[in-house]
């Protein structure tokens, strides 16, 4: 295996600007045997074994090699490809393969025959919808919340915290799980929620922001105005059963514990911006 230090020069030209390589290695090194080369080996033996033997018994008569003879070769050739030259090229690109993880991504290079670069990126938040600011985001759709930030980055507005929920009807952390903390957090000047038609979350939110008497901004977007009853869209949890999960409920409960809601994104954005004044107040 190589040293660390060749290793970290293979993977340092794929490094961009603030990436900084936090741990580096190879995958393991020579001949490697997998447990499904148990059950392969003995077929490849039978697969390359009796046309092997079949060709050496027609080398051995006394008729001559014909034509014909040379259908056996493709067997052979893949038969022994497959018992051992497998094993051979697995082991040459294992030796140069190299495996990074940065600060913001997984990387795999490899440079055997040619050069070829596979990246994972860590985390899924969409680098243009980020940046630090002043703003809590608790939010049910990841696709919207990328949305309504990418617009307040636009805006001069980032983000101190962002919480994605999920918008199943049975989960773990739930909005009024996340508030407390929003809280008390006295980087996070303003909230902003983004929530959908569908169960009882908004409204858990707007009582537990009464019973913590929430001082700070709040900003909601609640998605699904125009869906019918008993219809899901998307979301598992995102129907409306009764009066149960309407825009109407989740509008009323918010709106009277002194947040401000929303139906469409612009009208958000331009509250949140009006109500921040539109600056940028970066986390210490």
């Given at each position: 295996m190589l040293d660390q230090g060749t290793v970290q020069h293979e993977l340092r030209p794929e490094l961009g600007p603030g990436e900084r390589l936090l741990w580096s290695g190879m995958p393991r090194q020579g001949v490697v045997f997998r447990p499904i080369d148990l059950f392969l080996i003995p077929f490849i033996l039978l697969w390359a074994g009796i046309p092997t033997?079949?060709?050496?018994?027609?080398l051995k008569s006394d008729r001559g090699v014909g034509i014909g003879d040379f259908f056996f070769l493709p067997f052979i050739?893949?038969?022994?490809?497959?018992?051992?030259?497998?094993?051979?090229?697995?082991?040459?690109?294992?030796?140069?393969?190299?495996?990074?993880?940065t600060n913001q991504r997984v990387l795999?290079?490899?440079?055997?025959?040619?050069?070829?670069?596979?990246?994972?990126k860590l985390g899924f938040?969409?680098?243009?919808s980020l940046s630090p600011g002043p703003l809590g985001i608790m939010a049910k759709s990841g696709t919207l919340s990328y949305e309504v930030c990418h617009r307040?980055?636009?805006?001069?507005?980032?983000?101190?915290?962002?919480?994605?929920?999920?918008?199943?009807?049975?989960?773990?952390?739930?909005?009024?799980d996340i508030l407390p903390f929003m809280l008390t957090d006295p980087h996070t000047h303003g909230i902003v929620v983004i929530g959908e038609i569908g169960g009882s979350e908004e409204e858990e939110?707007?009582?537990?922001?009464r019973a913590l008497r929430c001082?700070?901004?709040?900003?909601?977007?609640?998605a699904g105005r125009t869906v019918r009853e008993g219809v899901t869209m998307g979301h598992a949890g995102a129907i409306i059963a009764g009066d149960i999960g309407t825009i109407a409920s989740k509008t009323a409960a918010?709106?009277?514990?002194?947040?401000?809601?929303?139906?469409r994104i612009r009208d958000l954005v331009d509250a949140v911006v009006a109500g921040t004044g539109g600056e940028l107040v970066p986390p210490i």
């Open positions: 033997f079949a060709a050496l018994g027609l050739l893949i038969g022994a490809y497959l018992l051992v030259g497998r094993f051979i090229v697995d082991a040459k690109q294992r030796a140069r393969t190299f495996y990074g993880v795999i290079v490899r440079t055997w025959w040619r050069r070829r670069t596979t990246s994972l938040l969409p680098d243009v307040l980055v636009d805006r001069g507005l980032g983000q101190n915290l962002w919480v994605g929920v999920g918008g199943d009807p049975v989960k773990g952390t739930r909005f009024a939110l707007a009582a537990a922001m001082a700070k901004p709040v900003y909601a977007l609640i918010l709106a009277g514990v002194g947040a401000q809601v929303f139906t």
